[in-house]
């Protein structure tokens, strides 16, 4: 059954009394009239580009469980592929692989601002299973002593309450402290916009992009003999000649004209697609994905792609995987795993460091010049230091400049912390 442009499958009638009311509060709250909630903001393209862009990046990057030491002063970082929670994020359900958990679980923090996911434990303790829950069937309560309660509402109409332990919970901003905020909430306006220009543009040119005619009787007819047979009239005549019955011969009865100035649209004073354009910059903007990534290339050139493409990964993609990080560290790394310095990441080395010829080109010269040794290059990339001596060698530049390739001297005054730059 379809209620005010929703569709109330068994899963939504197992929906709470307030989530309710909140979906049916969501028809008026646009003033274009569209309905626009987490599930139908997909109908708006830049919304699906947005979700599409994050998710379809963000799944594919690789989440390790590390332990973080330190060797010689300097931090490294050991995968721990052996570790329960490495497994976990393997494998994270029967139902899900490893990449299609990322989709969905970035796609509801992107429209919700949460995550939640059961932990399904062992019989020995570790978490074995994660398992996702709509934002949509979740309710956040804070208790009496400050932790936090989830009412979660099953297929069939069962509830069921989990405590903080039992829930990890990935979100966004929150003006609450404990429930984030939706974005597509928030910007429902603009949303509401988008799609309702999509549908006026499906039906412009459904009705073969012709405005509507209007009819008149002739001077001095009586018209319809009554209501019910003008409304009549006018039903047959809008299923015959509208949508595919378009290009048909027409017929009046006797006693009806066409106007000869009929109401004509002018979409370019409309600003049709410049209502259009600038909409997908506006939700892109509340995203904060650049406008490349949603379609928008009328500023993208050659020279700023890369750019813009890092700018991506730092300003969009790196925030939702630090949500990610602090949550799963929080939620599935136990007391003396965080003691230990086991932390876990997602492998963004690659997309930060940008050009890889630029970079190595940079670092070139700093060698040379006796700024960075061959264990602080390594570093940079992501890599183990050195076992021998000559991990620790400046480049010694010699008097003629050209370099002798032994380690510079110690300057007088430097602590012992490695000279030559």
């Known amino acids: 059954m379809r209620l005010f442009g929703l569709d109330w499958s068994r899963k939504d009638a197992s929906l709470s009394v307030d989530q309710l009311i909140r979906r049916l509060e969501a028809v008026y709250d646009t003033v274009s009239g569209i309905v626009v909630t987490p599930e139908t903001a997909l109908q708006a393209p830049t919304v699906q580009a947005v979700v599409r862009a994050i998710g379809g990046y963000l799944s594919t990057l690789p989440v390790r469980v590390l332990l973080k030491s330190t060797s010689k002063g300097r931090d490294r970082k050991e995968p721990l592929p052996n570790h329960p929670v490495q497994r976990l ?85 929150a003006r609450n402290g404990w429930l984030g905020d939706s974005p597509v909430m928030l910007a429902r306006e603009s949303i509401a916009l988008e799609i309702a220009a999509e549908r006026f543009g499906a039906g412009f040119f459904a009705n073969g992009a012709m405005p509507g005619i209007i009819l008149k009787y002739v001077a001095g007819s009586k018209g319809h003999r009554s209501e019910e047979d003008r409304k009549r009239f006018l039903d047959e005549f809008q299923s015959a000649f509208t949508a595919r019955g378009r290009f048909r011969s027409l017929l ?41 990534f949603v379609g928008d290339l009328d500023r993208a050139t050659f020279n700023n792609a890369e750019q813009q ?113």
């Open 89 to 173: 994020l393997n494998d994270p359900n029967e139902t899900q692989d490893r990449v299609s958990y990322w989709l969905d679980a970035s796609s509801w923090l992107l429209r919700y601002g949460n995550f939640f996911a059961v932990k399904g434990r062992g019989a020995t303790g570790p978490i074995r299973r994660l398992i996702p829950i709509s934002p949509d069937c979740v309710t956040v309560e804070q208790t009496d002593d400050l932790t936090l309660r989830y009412r979660v509402n099953l297929q069939g109409g069962e509830q069921k309450v989990y405590l903080q332990s039992q829930i990890h919970h990935a979100r966004r901003m």
């Open 252 to 292: 009046l009865p006797m006693g009806i004209e066409m106007a000869e100035d009929p109401i004509t649209l002018d979409n370019d004073k409309a600003q049709f697609l410049d209502t259009r354009k600038y909409q997908r910059t506006v939700i892109a903007g509340v995203f904060g994905v650049p406008p490349q």
């Open 309 to 421: 493409s890092l700018d991506f990964v730092q300003h969009v993609i790196l925030p939702d995987v630090r949500v990610f990080e602090a949550a799963m560290e929080r939620d599935l790394l136990t007391d003396d795993d965080r003691a230990a310095g086991v932390i876990i990441r997602f492998n963004l080395d690659a997309a930060l460091r940008g050009d890889y010829l630029s970079r190595q080109q940079g670092l070139k010269l700093q060698r040379e010049n006796g700024i960075v040794n061959p264990n602080e290059w390594r570093e940079q990339e992501g890599l183990n230091p050195r076992t021998d001596p000559g991990g620790e060698a400046y480049w010694d530049q010699g008097p003629s400049g050209q370099g002798t390739g032994k380690p510079a001297a110690e300057p007088a005054g430097n602590n012992g912390n490695g000279g030559g730059a």
